[in-house]
């Protein structure tokens, strides 16, 4: 019953019994008859609320201890007969009926750590600052068994309804858990995935407010609690708040809106909120509350234990409200809560470290009442029947967020997200699914008997009764949409994205039946009470429907077209917040729950954050600061405006700076306040402006990724490049960062811590070329996946190129030569290499592997001389053309002579570009080349060939040296043609000198055998000729030695015949 998340009031109901009513007082049947109507049913606060720097406290008024320990609150929640505070510490402090351990503030949440605190009827929740939900208190129902995901974190607000309980997760979505007779659990499919802002539990139903200021609600609709305006059921509202059997809203405009049962006046919201001035509205079991804008309380619904009689001295002085089932209790701007009404169970007695500050919000069960303080720490006091103000150790001393209220149990919110449920649990509304038992909550409602939750993506969970379907989540709101949600007695509500309302539930008493003009667009918060339901509209307007037996949905006619930012629905009476910090109160004030006040001077408008571009922050990234800014609606006045926050563990404030602790972590919630306080001199006479708090939901950090590379572009081929991702705005980030060109990867490195939030890799196996280097870092819990480029040219690489040759300088002529370059600076180029001399190509050469970066050729036919051999590199892709040059001298060549140990020396000259290939001394003539008759070959038949284009028409001259002495009697002989087109034959050519032969050869012309142009084949010999030529054979002339033998021989004939004729 009670709500603590920004912008939703989140009602909590709960079964009455006599001895939690009669408060030493004997009662009539009458009396009696209205108690149980009223009695057993409580509200939680609309917003988390912080302290300001001074401000008013109660005074004067009798229901309140008079001593102060000092501690402020930031949020009060009031449950049916129990009282809980949040202080600006963050612990939570309750008191009053305590008969289920409803106040039994768990240890660790006594000193601090939590951020909101929810009363319920008979159970009361925290969420910590880590976004953990504890819960404890009355567990007949299992509300206070906070689903296992939100046990450790995702929850950011908690509601506490009679016997069920909601979160709202991170994400948006809302679990609930506990009693669901009416279906006040069953969370609209739409919100149980995200879009909502904060989750509201009544009774037996429950409300959502979606991101978009819709309204949901769903469960109990026998008083038409869940049937939201039509107006509100697509925006428009601003906060959200269920009673008993009643929702309300404050819209956009600070109007209050409330629907469902009006048996006490609850609905009726006063006229002067009708159209705006209210800031927030609290929904009581049959009284309503609003905060007005200027500060004032105005209540209205049923009055028995005077629940709507506000104290005069809390006229302008308040930031938020919370309404019981027949008390209701308030957070001045001074962090001070000052309960009234009905005090059967000390839920009006607020302890005394709070009543001059300490609490950041506050959730009213049905006769309890718990706080989150501003350490975080949850904190109850009342009745404590069901155990509903027995806090959760864990939440005792911090972690809470915010809390939310209902009869009997109580649901809160954790910095990390999870919801934690304690008290009455017959129903299963302290059950919280275990999706958000460990985070995943933004906000949490609690109704009668049923809870409701708002998750990190805006869908609405609920859990616990569904007797009236008060948990049956509408489709739209269970995988998102939802802003927040709010649950009445057995009706919940919510906010939707677009800032409409949706209500389901029991609608008996019209309180789901949501005005036309908050079905659309409009609200910015809706508060289900107990069969009633009001909104506040996007101008402040409070709009109330549903029962109205007590006038709790009698808007005051202020409230009507603006001027309230919060709404709260009880039972019968309901409350509302105004813009300037005032409380106006309406409904059944038999307890003076409902009073009326005046507003305040000033007003803060304070957006919870702000990017480089101004726009306002609910979420905040990690990985770098926040600048706050809030200002005032007053113009003078010397005080300035400072900021503190509840959540030390997870934020802390200077100046107006938020600063993530090192152990924040994405899904943790923050909680700040802003405020100002009153002056009085001659310059400006100023109440303090009502404090206003905010959460921020931790959010993954979105760095900026920046890419360079080294050496600087351009890079030359083949060197390594180092790429290094340095991650600004990054949240100690891990992982991997992946460079990659063209969807090709070119390195892998982790993101390290120092240099920190860099990640440095080498690579080289890019080509020359223009790239463009994509780094993607895959991101990491705390840190969202970023990518960056950045350009990188490499040059091609510009070799040297050396030329050796083999045999080394000089080589015989006729002999192969090989030509060989390394290409050094190099790296595994491809290509040709030419190799040329005086522009003539001797070969070619393809760049190999292996050894790698050389290519060699062969090149036979050079003349005897010496060569200047060019290498020409004619480079590829990543290198550049390169040349190199070698000397390189041809020498005669000796080559051997066939049947004899001698050798001949060889020298062929011609035009240039005119190679010989081969030559070569041979027994007999080459293949194809007839032997002459008659004739011998003593010195072998010598041939070439030769080749080019310079042989082309072109003449070769040979010389042939041979060994002393082996010419004698030999001829030199040619074959080929004897003149140009002349048959080859073998013919005398050449020129015998001493022991050296000379001859010619021309292309296609004398002594070329070979017909082709360009081509020349040279058989030559010496040859020794008999006496008879044959056919094609040649004719000898004697050589002197031959002339000697003939000589000889004739004398010898000659002597022969004188013998014979001496005989004769």
Known sequence: MGKTTPGATVPMPSNMTQH?????????????????????????????????????????????PGASLGAIASQVSAGNSHTCAVTTGGAVQCWGWNGNGQTNV??????????????????????????????????????????AALQS???????????????????????????????????????????????????????????DGAVQCWGDTVHGQTNVPVALQTGGAVSLAAGGYHTCVVTTGGAVQCWGDIGGGESNVPAALQSGGAMSVAAGFTHTCAVTTGGAVQCWGSNGFEQTTVPTA?????????????????????????????????????????QNGGAVSVAAGLDYTCVVTTVGAVQCWGSNGYEATTVPVALQSGGAVSLASSSYHTCALTTVGAV????????????????????????????????????????VQCWGNNIDGQINVPAALQSGGAVSVAAGRRHTCAMTAVSTVQCWGDSDSGQTNVPAALQSAGPVSVAPGGSYTCAVTTVGAVQCWGSNGSGQTNVPVALQSGGAVLVAAGHYHTCAVTNGGAVQCWGLNTSAQAPSVARATQALSFAPGTTAGGAPLRGWALGGNLNLAATSSASSGSQPVTYTSWTPGTCTVSGTTVTPTPTAQAGHLCGVVASRAGEHSSAASLAAAPAQARVLLLAKAVPTLAVTTSPASPANFGVPVTLTATLTGAASATGNVVFSSGGTTLCTAAVVASPANTATCQTSGLGAGSYTVTASYVGDANNAAANGTAPLAIAKATPNLAVTTSPASPAAFGMPVALMVALTGAVNATGNVVFSSGGTTLCTAAVAASPANTATCEASGLAVGSYTVMASYVGDASHAAANGSATLVVSAASLPLPGTAGQATVDVQGPAGCLVQTPAFSATPPTGTPTPQNVSFPMGVFSFTASGAGCSGGMLTVKIDFPAGSLDGLQPRKYGPSAANAAPTWFAHGTVTGNSVTYTVQDNGVGDSDPVAGQIKDPFALVLAAAVPGPGGVASIPTLSEWGVILLSLMAAGLGMFMVRRRY
């Open 20 to 64: 939690r009513l009669t408060d030493g007082l004997r009662y009539s049947r009458a009396v009696w008859q209205r108690c149980m109507r009223s009695g057993w049913w409580a509200l939680a606060t609309l917003l988390w609320m912080a302290l300001a720097a001074s401000g008013a406290h109660a005074q004067g008024n009798s229901l309140l």
């Open 106 to 147: 768990p240890v660790a949440l006594q000193s601090g750590g939590v951020v909101s605190v929810a009363a319920g009827n008979a159970h009361t929740c925290a969420v910590t600052t880590g976004g953990a939900v504890q819960c404890w208190g009355k567990n007949s129902d299992e509300q206070t068994n906070v689903p």
């Open 153 to 211: 974190g995702g929850a950011v607000s908690v509601a506490a309804g009679e016997s069920h309980t909601c979160a709202v997760t991170t994400g948006g979505a809302v679990q609930c858990w506990g009693r669901n007779s009416r279906g006040q659990t069953n969370v609209p499919v739409a919100l149980q995935s995200g879009g909502v802002v904060s989750v509201a539990a009544a009774e037996l139903h429950t409300c959502a407010l979606t991101t």
């Open 314 to 354: 809390l006229s302008g002085a308040a930031v938020s409200v919370a309404a019981g089932a027949n008390h209701t209790c308030a957070v001045t701007k001074g962090g001070a809560v000052q309960c009234w009404g009905g005090n059967g169970h000390g839920q009006t007695a607020v302890p005394m470290a709070l």
């Open 420 to 459: 934690q449920c304690w008290g009455y649990k017959n129903y299963g509304q302290i059950d919280v699914p275990a999706a958000l038992q460990s985070g995943g909550a933004v906000s949490v409602a609690a109704g009668d008997f049923h809870t409701c939750a708002v998750t990190t993506v805006g869908a």
